[in-house]
């Protein structure tokens, strides 16, 4: 068994990419380990760095093993003549098959064969046919070619490699870089040529030359550096996202500590924490009660700085950087908000769909409806359509200009400058809400309305020019946006149904696409981020999924009445009545008709029919409440009356009027009871 | 401490003594050393070059009457193209700039993705902005097309921005603060620029008689690159003259530039202007590429 060291020597790759390279890498390089028959027992692992990707395997077998293989040739009574004598056929097999004519045997089928001993190949041999597309086969985003058109493409030009199995080279080229067993060390700090002869080796020898390997290393180094930079109360303002790119931006981190103005706290801290950590990629330090403090942490890829040269680099650069955030401040105040609705005439939200003039026209006029909609106060209704009418005003100051990623935020802390209503300027503020997974919905009621607003205003302008989502197309952002909506609806408790959202989105010729679209985007939800069991969806929906809030609640009902005794039969007989009436032509068909009571059975039937009327009442009067794990509980309580009458009466009696009878009263229990959920689709066990 | 001009000169002989021609600037309106024939018509095609050169790049509408001092309508870079981009070039790139005094041992030197685009030229690239102690000072881009153009032999930009560089090495906040020489300062050399051109651009310019301008120029470049195409006689063809062609394409992007500060050009009407420098800037490459085959 030996060790295969892997190491693709990059120009900087972009830190983003580093870790589904790895990935792909493993996956690569595994793929054809297992093709080969290579694979078994084999453990792997990935490390990166900004110039280099990195794989080691362990227990890799040094070849493959040998097979025993069965030639098959022609007919004998062809192979030879009538006098034994072979014939140039047969001869032409033996040649073919590398044997003589004796080694030659017939089969049972009356044919030649011969028995020949395949020798495995040897894993470096295979290695060095198959590593260029491994490591060639790499998905990046968006590549590139450096030895001219015709070139390998990368995600930046490959400048070395090192493969070695047991220390000896696998041979190999890539765009005129060979193979061999040498490495580089940090750009400054560490040396070239240097050679290798294993992981452990490799990885010593990485060390000594200022590469820690391992990005969890970088890590760990950069967490504790960096919190024994802050002293007296002061601490690290987390951010996992920083942190990862920093540690896929440098070889050897070390975080120094950096310094500015407090008259600068007076800006925005939005403002300062996005150019801290976006543009400049600092970690922030804030006091123990989380509020921003004068100072900052940069990482830089080297081993410290004895003479505060880069802090002060990194001090002025910052400094620059606040001062264009105070001057777009205070030329963005000469214009307020309001005076800016009509600037947005020239902002363009879509070439297809108009500029943002229009669509904060369409939003004042949406936000209006959906306000009446929920029968929200007057002054909620007026603060959701004026922070409608500004919510894309920022769009235009010089502040959002700078710094994009701020908008809405921007609208939102200028809006309170200028002295609009509070709740008027949190809506604008939120309205981007939720951009991600893990961000929460917009604080407010009338923010929660223009959130939803604006995300359907975009939905149904898109759906309306045709240019919905498609396999993993989805670049304006769509099922983000159908999703948030899904999320304010639920979790800010909006009971708005899907097909009112679709009227006001103006989806014209594609409202039943969008339709489709919200359903999706729920079913998601209710599964993967609440973590439903999906039978327990499907049923929910297949009943109604009209009012995304109300879906939620009946799920909700359903998951915590499951686990009662009666609840999984009685869904199993419910199956059975809608199989019953499926066979005998359909539900609806006797749904409409009315049961006749004087054809009833006395005993079972007539017990079940007395227990349906009584609970049907109690039922939908839960129901109507709200309490829908009471009314499946009530309907639960069905169960024995539902399995007397399955194991006494006999549903397609010999008399016709009796048989239907008995039909149209099992349609009547099923759609009676199927509001909630349709329990057919539960499937028990 | 190093002047501007010590830095200018210093970082000429560094890439002069890796081959590169020492190229003056050009002599008309660009908004980037990019759109210079050295570079633009250069990384076309097959034959090797390398060339060095100060372009002032003019942006109209990062003018801020001198007042800003980190934005300025003209600013200078210093650009290097290398064709075809040697192996080594990242090492290369770094010894330039401890050639003007840059101790990389004691300073934050990352390279960061940034791929760089050329709308109006058909151009694009991969690469990086340098990141020095969190400053951005150079864009480095291996170019991958050029006037719609897939490059044969793959060239790399570098493209100082020389103001940076130097306000950084000279410990100042203001641009207008660096030392060009020992006895005069680049507000002493540059303000007045700032000021007139920033009220040219944004107060005074005559956007009809731009607007004007503009049409002539495309419609010169469109003649002459036209024509060139009736072109069948392969002497002909090798003496005609596409680099004045090439000329129009530049002032009609200029002149965009120009109404675009002005504030006189609507969104829609923005992207189809793109479009047709582009359009230009592309026939204009398609065109040499045939020249240069007929040049042989």
């Known amino acids: 068994m030996a060790e295969f060291l892997l190491e693709i020597g990059v120009e900087e790759i972009p830190d983003w990419m580093i870790e589904p390279a790895c990935e792909h890498l493993k996956r690569n390089f595994l793929g054809v380990l297992t093709e080969t028959g290579l694979a078994e027992g084999v453990a792997c692992v990935t490390h990166a760095t900004p110039r280099r990707l990195v794989l080691a395997a362990q227990q890799v077998p040094e070849r493959q093993a040998d097979k025993e293989e069965v030639l098959k040739g022609p007919p004998r009574k062809i192979a030879f003549d009538a006098g034994g004598k072979p014939t140039k056929a047969g001869e032409g097999f033996a040649r073919r098959a590398g044997v003589a004519m004796t080694d030659i045997q017939v089969g049972i089928d009356d044919r030649l064969f011969v028995k020949r001993i395949m020798k495995g190949r040897g894993t470096l041999e295979i290695l060095g046919e198959a590593l260029p597309a491994v490591i060639l086969k790499i998905h990046f985003p968006k590549t590139m070619y450096w030895t001219g058109k015709s070139g390998p493409r990368f995600i930046r030009p490959i400048r070395w490699l090192v493969a070695l199995l047991d220390g000896r080279v696998v041979p190999f080229e890539i765009a005129g870089v060979a193979s061999g067993g040498s490495t580089q060390g940090h750009r400054r700090l560490g040396s070239v040529g240097i050679d290798v002869t294993s992981f452990a080796d490799y990885q010593d020898q990485l060390y000594e030359n200022y590469v820690l390997l391992s990005a969890p290393t970088r890590r760990e180094r950069i967490e504790k550096l960096a919190e024994e930079l802050v002293h007296d109360g002061l601490r690290v303002r987390k951010n996992d996202k920083l942190l990862k790119t920093l540690c896929y931006l440098t070889e050897y981190p070390t975080p120094i500590l950096g310094k500015f103005e407090e008259e600068f706290l007076d800006l925005p801290e939005e403002v300062l924490e996005t150019v801290m950590q976006h543009h400049q990629r600092y970690f922030a330090v804030e006091n123990a009660n989380g509020k921003l403090q004068p100072h900052f942490i940069a990482v830089a890829n080297l081993d410290g700085d004895p003479a505060g040269e880069i802090q002060r680099g990194h001090e002025r650069v910052l400094r620059a950087r606040f001062n264009d955030g105070r001057f777009f401040w205070e030329v963005d105040q000469k214009q307020k908000l309001s005076e800016r609705v009509e600037d947005l005439e020239g902002v363009v939200f879509h070439a297809k769909l108009g500029t943002y003039l229009a669509k904060s026209r369409r939003m004042i006029r949406i936000v209006g409806e959906i306000a009446s909609e929920l029968g929200v106060n007057d002054e909620t209704s007026r603060h959701a359509r004026r922070a409608a009418e500004l919510a894309k005003c920022d769009l235009t100051t010089a502040m959002v200009g700078e710094f994009p990623e701020l908008q809405g935020v921007i609208g939102g802390l200028y809006a309170t400058h200028q002295g609009e209503p509070r709740e008027v300027a949190d809506a604008i503020y939120d309205h981007y809400l939720p951009a991600g997974a893990e961000e929460e919905i917009p604080r407010g009621l009338a923010g929660r309305m223009v959130a939803i607003t604006d995300k359907l205003d975009t939905l149904g302008g898109f759906f309306a020019a045709g240019m919905m989502p498609s396999g993993s197309r989805d670049p304006f952002a769509l099922r983000r946006a159908a999703y948030g909506i899904i999320r304010i609806l639920i979790e800010g408790e909006l009971p708005l149904s899907v097909d009112r959202l679709c009227e006001l989105a103006g989806a014209g010729g594609h409202a039943g696409d969008l339709r489709t679209f919200f359903v999706d985007r729920l079913r998601y939800y209710l599964r993967e981020v609440r973590g439903y069991r999906y039978d327990e969806v499907n049923a929910v929906i297949g009943a109604s999924s009209e009012v995304p809030l109300d879906v939620r609640l009946r799920t909700e009902a359903i998951s915590r009445v499951r686990p009662t005794p009666d609840f999984e039969p009685l869904a199993v007989s419910f199956k059975r009545i809608e199989n019953i009436l499926r066979k005998a032509g359909g539900v609806e068909k006797y749904a409409v008709q009315t049961v006749a009571m004087d054809l009833l059975e006395e005993g079972s039937e007539a017990d079940l029919y007395r227990a349906v009327t009584a609970l049907s009442a109690q039922v939908s009067r839960r129901k109507r409440m709200g309490e829908y794990a009471a009314a499946l509980i009530a309907i639960a309580s069905l169960r024995p009356a539902v399995d007397r009458f399955f194991d006494d009466v006999l549903v397609m009696a010999e008399d016709e009027a009796v048989r239907n009878n008995r039909l149209v009263f099992l349609a009547h229990v099923l759609t009676e009871f199927s509001t909630i959920a349709d329990f057919g689709e539960i499937v028990s066990g | ?296």
């Open chain 2, 1 to 296: 401490m190093q002047t501007y001009q010590d830095i200018i000169l210093k970082l000429k002989s560094f890439w002069a003594a890796q081959d590169a021609v020492i190229q003056e600037p050009f002599d008309m309106e660009v908004g980037a050393g990019t759109m210079c024939p050295e570079t633009f018509l250069r990384v076309l095609g097959p034959k090797p070059y390398r060339t060095v050169y100060v372009q002032p790049s003019r942006r109209p509408a990062d003018g801020r009457y001198g007042e800003n001092p980190n934005r300025l309508y003209k600013h200078m870079q210093l650009q290097v193209i290398l064709k075809p981009s040697p192996d080594d070039i990242v090492e290369l790139y770094m010894r330039s700039l401890e050639a003007i005094g840059i101790d990389l041992r004691r300073h934050d030197f990352k390279l960061e993705e940034d791929n760089w685009e050329a709308p109006t030229l058909g151009a694009w690239g991969i690469g990086w902005q340098v990141m020095l102690d969190g400053l951005e000072i150079t864009q480095f881009t291996y170019f991958q097309q050029c006037g719609g153009i897939d490059l044969d032999l793959v060239p790399v930009e570098l493209t100082y921005g020389l103001e940076r560089l130097t306000a950084f090495l000279q410990n100042v906040d203001s641009m207008y603060d660096i030392q060009w020489n020992d006895t005069w300062t680049y507000r002493d050399v540059r303000l007045l620029d700032e000021q007139q051109y920033s009220v040219y651009n944004f107060e005074k310019a005559d956007v009809s008689a731009i607007r004007k301008a503009f049409e002539i120029h495309e419609a010169e470049s469109r003649r002459l690159v036209g024509e060139y195409q009736t072109v069948e006689d392969t002497a002909e063809s090798a003496r005609f003259p596409l680099l004045p062609a090439y000329d129009q394409v530049l002032k009609c992007s200029h002149l965009f530039n120009t109404l675009d500060a002005r504030g006189a050009i609507s969104v829609a009407e923005r992207a189809a202007m793109i479009q047709r420098v582009r359009k230009l800037a592309v026939s204009l490459a398609a065109a040499w590429m045939d020249q240069q085959e007929a040049i042989g």
